[in-house]
């Protein structure tokens, strides 16, 4: 059974910088398209981020050029290292693995998942 275990996140102020990480086990990070989703109070959660097996990413517009996916194969982590935070990034974040080596363009949809990290908090503050 795959299991994801979220590391990292907490509380920063805006413009401050956060890195998640998710370490698997019973699953090969590289062998398969991974990503982050998040999940706003009362909101269904969307895809930010992807990685496919090729390591191609990519990212939904509201993270683009604020947010990096990549993982060490070696480690067995998949990483969402977060910049230039800003209070509506505030939500919890979920890693998320797939047995999809290649993906359509864009974050992951839920419908692709397989497993879910435990999710981890971030919040930002102004």
């Known amino acids: 059974q795959v299991q994801l275990v979220q590391s990292g996140g907490g509380s920063v102020q805006s413009g401050g910088t956060l890195r998640l990480s998710c370490v698997a086990s019973h699953y090969r990070v590289g062998d398969s398209a991974m990503g982050w989703f998040r999940q706003l109070p009362g909101k269904e959660s969307e895809g930010i981020a992807a990685?496919?097996?090729?390591?191609?990413?990519f990212y939904a517009e509201s993270v683009e050029g604020r947010f990096d996916i990549s993982r060490d194969i070696a480690e067995n982590t998949l990483y969402l290292q977060m910049h230039d935070l800003k209070p509506e990034d505030t939500a919890m974040y979920f890693c998320?693995?797939?047995?999809?080596?290649?993906?359509?363009?864009?974050?992951?949809?839920?419908?692709?998942?397989?497993?879910w990290g435990q999710g981890t908090q971030v919040t930002v503050y102004s």
């Open positions: 990685i496919d097996r090729a390591g191609k990413t």
């Open positions: 998320a693995a797939t047995f999809f080596a290649h993906i359509r363009p864009g974050p992951l949809s839920r419908d692709l998942v397989a497993a």
